[in-house]
């Protein structure tokens, strides 16, 4: 049944794609859901100055340039909760710009219906 080509097969080749948009202060989504050992690539883009995303336990530590879209691929191996924030500064409420990033076990995911 392996040999079986599945018309699925190419589409989970590719990473699944995770848009975050970052404007002063805040992220949107302001939560995203991973699952533990599932590669995705992020798109971050800016809506309005340069904004950084960093979060230090994912290895994630890059600028958002308003204009272009900065991609990186992402593969987490250890499920939690992890804080980011931007760590570039863009103004009065840089401080409390911040987004949460949740790495789920793939049980979890699976028992949710993915
Ligand atoms: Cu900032």
Same mark, same amino acid.
Do not use: N
């Given at each position: ?5 599945? /018309? ?13 948009? !970052? ?42 340039? /308003? ?8 593969? /987490? ?8 924030? #931007?760590?570039?500064? #863009? ?14 076990? /793939?049980?979890?995911?699976? !028992?949710?219906?993915?």
């Amino acid at each position: 049944m392996l040999a079986v080509a599945s /018309p699925w097969a190419a589409a989970q080749d590719e990473p699944r794609v995770v848009v975050i948009t !970052a404007r002063r202060f805040e992220f949107s989504p302001r939560e995203i859901t991973l699952v533990k050992g599932e590669t995705v690539r992020l798109q971050l883009k800016s809506e309005d100055v340069t904004h950084g995303l960093f979060v230090r336990p994912l290895g994630i530590d890059t600028d958002i340039v /308003p204009g272009r879209v900065t991609e990186l691929t992402l593969t /987490p191996l250890k499920a939690g909760s992890y804080r980011a924030i #931007c760590d570039h500064f #863009c103004g009065a409420g840089h401080g409390g710009m911040k987004m949460t990033i949740v790495v789920e076990e /793939p049980a979890a995911s699976a !028992a949710a219906g993915k």
